[in-house]
């Protein structure tokens, strides 16, 4: 065998494996969305069990909200420092230990910390994906790979309606809580067995925040961050919370056909986001496909608010649209990775992704206390 098929083959391996690596952390992003909708298919059981009101249960479901948003940036200084194979596994494992939590708590309190440490965990899914795909990948590639991470996690969110709510109703909540735990404990074998660190950063914590600081100086960082923003209430507020009753209202429906027409919209993020991923890395621009779908999702979703007695076909299509237009979101992450140095990527992801996921934090419970206003 001659030096060169050696070197031909050897590649071939080393690109084989980091697919599966960025697979792993891909569908470490779906298990995260199932966790976070979980608790949209749970409403009348948890109100019923803990005997709370629609804003505790708008509180509990935000406490995901507050471990995810407020681990982004520990998160990617650690990626950026420590590289994501051991991070990963060790996040998945914690999903797990959160789940268990969730499933045996005795009080409410107890409830929110087993989302509290789920949503912490689950930060390090989506930025594990995109450090993989940075490190391994040539930047040209970068927002496809997002996108198609990004379908893998709406798929989550879907599969975290209608599907799980028939396993709640075939078991109870607790249960599925605990069938869910099971998910984190083989997804981090397969991240300890799949995934690689190709490059992490030199020197100490000094050097890392020092990425951190030119990250932070860096305007572009923050205003891709509020506009990434305007993507999650449609889709945290509404389709991972709150969707599911208002549509068991307005429409008369069951809640698991409520539940799959909710999911439209992410089904509609999940084909969006790579299919922009794809265009914005084919024109070579970032700014047109984001505004452009910022501006889609904002107009089906007044629609869906503003328009009453619509048929079932056309509320499904508006919510296709909204999740569709959100998935520009994608192209945000691309951008303020090439708008900072590459040693800081993670920390440039890390700052966005806060902003933009904790918002659902404050989206669920504010749409939670609207609803107590009038809510008999």
Same mark, same amino acid.
């Given at each position: 065998?001659?030096?060169?098929?050696?070197?031909?083959?050897?590649?071939?391996?080393?690109?084989?494996?980091?697919?599966?690596?960025?697979?792993?952390?891909?569908?470490?992003?779906?298990?995260?969305?199932?966790?976070?909708?979980?608790?949209?298919?749970?409403?009348?059981?948890?109100?019923?069990?803990?005997?709370?009101?629609?804003?505790?249960?708008?509180?509990?479901?935000?406490?995901?909200?507050?471990?995810?948003?407020?681990?982004?940036?520990?998160?990617?200084?650690?990626?950026?420092?420590?590289?994501?194979?051991?991070?990963?596994?060790?996040?998945?494992?914690?999903?797990?230990?959160?789940?268990?939590?969730?499933?045996?708590?005795?009080?409410?309190?107890?409830?929110?910390?087993?989302?509290?440490?789920?949503?912490?965990?689950?930060?390090?899914?989506?930025?594990?994906?995109?450090?993989?795909?940075?490190?391994?990948?040539?930047?040209?590639?970068?927002?496809? @790979?997002?996108?198609?991470?990004?379908?893998?996690?709406?798929?989550?969110?879907?599969?975290?309606?209608?599907?799980?709510?028939?396993?709640?109703?075939?078991?109870?909540?607790?249960?599925?809580?605990?069938? @869910?735990? +099971?998910? %984190?404990?083989?997804?981090?074998? +397969?991240? /300890? /067995?799949?995934?690689?660190?190709?490059?992490?950063?030199?020197?100490?914590?000094?050097?890392?925040?020092?990425?951190?600081?030119?990250?932070?100086?860096?305007?572009?960082?923050?205003?891709?961050?509020?506009?990434?923003?305007?993507?999650?209430?449609?889709?945290?507020?509404?389709?991972?919370?709150?969707?599911?009753?208002?549509?068991?209202?307005?429409?008369?429906?069951?809640?698991? /056909?409520?539940?799959?027409?909710?999911?439209?919209?992410?089904?509609?993020?999940?084909?969006?986001?790579?299919?922009?991923?794809?265009?914005?890395?084919?024109?070579?621009?970032?700014?047109?496909?984001?505004?452009?779908?910022?501006?889609?999702?904002?107009?089906?979703?007044?629609?869906? +608010?503003?328009?009453? %007695?619509?048929?079932?076909?056309?509320?499904?299509?508006?919510?296709?649209?909204?999740?569709?237009?959100?998935?520009?979101?994608?192209? %945000?992450?691309?951008?303020?990775?090439?708008?900072?140095?590459?040693? /800081?990527?993670?920390?440039?992801?890390?700052?966005?992704?806060?902003?933009?996921?904790?918002?659902?934090?404050?989206?669920?419970?504010?749409?939670?206390?609207?609803?107590? @206003?009038?809510?008999?």
């Amino acid at each position: 065998m001659s030096a060169g098929t050696e070197t031909r083959g050897a590649r071939h391996s080393a690109l084989h494996l980091a697919l599966l690596g960025w697979a792993t952390g891909a569908l470490f992003f779906f298990y995260a969305w199932i966790l976070r909708v979980a608790p949209s298919v749970m409403i009348d059981e948890l109100m019923r069990d803990f005997a709370v009101g629609a804003t505790a249960i708008g509180n509990l479901s935000a406490f995901y909200f507050y471990g995810y948003a407020g681990m982004q940036i520990p998160v990617g200084l650690l990626m950026d420092r420590f590289g994501p194979r051991r991070l990963m596994t060790v996040a998945a494992a914690g999903c797990a230990a959160g789940c268990v939590l969730f499933a045996m708590a005795p009080s409410l309190w107890a409830l929110s910390l087993g989302r509290f440490l789920i949503g912490a965990t689950a930060a390090f899914s989506l930025v594990g994906a995109m450090t993989v795909a940075g490190q391994w990948f040539p930047p040209a590639r970068f927002a496809l @790979l997002s996108g198609l991470a990004m379908m893998l996690g709406m798929a989550g969110g879907v599969f975290g309606q209608a599907p799980l709510r028939l396993l709640v109703e075939r078991l109870d909540w607790q249960q599925a809580s605990l069938a @869910l735990a +099971a998910g %984190g404990v083989l997804l981090a074998l +397969a991240a /300890a /067995a799949t995934v690689r660190d190709r490059a992490r950063a030199a020197g100490g914590l000094r050097q890392v925040m020092g990425g951190m600081v030119q990250v932070g100086r860096n305007r572009q960082t923050w205003l891709i961050a509020i506009a990434g923003m305007g993507t999650t209430g449609p889709l945290l507020g509404f389709a991972g919370l709150w969707g599911v009753p208002y549509l068991a209202l307005t429409q008369g429906l069951d809640r698991t /056909a409520a539940a799959g027409i909710t999911s439209m919209i992410f089904i509609g993020w999940g084909v969006g986001a790579p299919v922009v991923g794809w265009f914005s890395d084919r024109i070579r621009r970032r700014k047109l496909p984001f505004v452009a779908g910022l501006m889609l999702s904002a107009t089906a979703m007044a629609g869906l +608010a503003w328009a009453p %007695g619509l048929p079932l076909w056309a509320v499904s299509v508006l919510c296709f649209l909204c999740g569709f237009g959100g998935a520009g979101q994608i192209v %945000g992450f691309a951008a303020v990775r090439e708008l900072n140095p590459p040693a /800081a990527a993670g920390a440039a992801i890390g700052v966005v992704n806060p902003l933009v996921t904790g918002a659902g934090a404050l989206y669920q419970p504010l749409l939670g206390w609207l609803l107590d @206003l009038a809510w008999t």
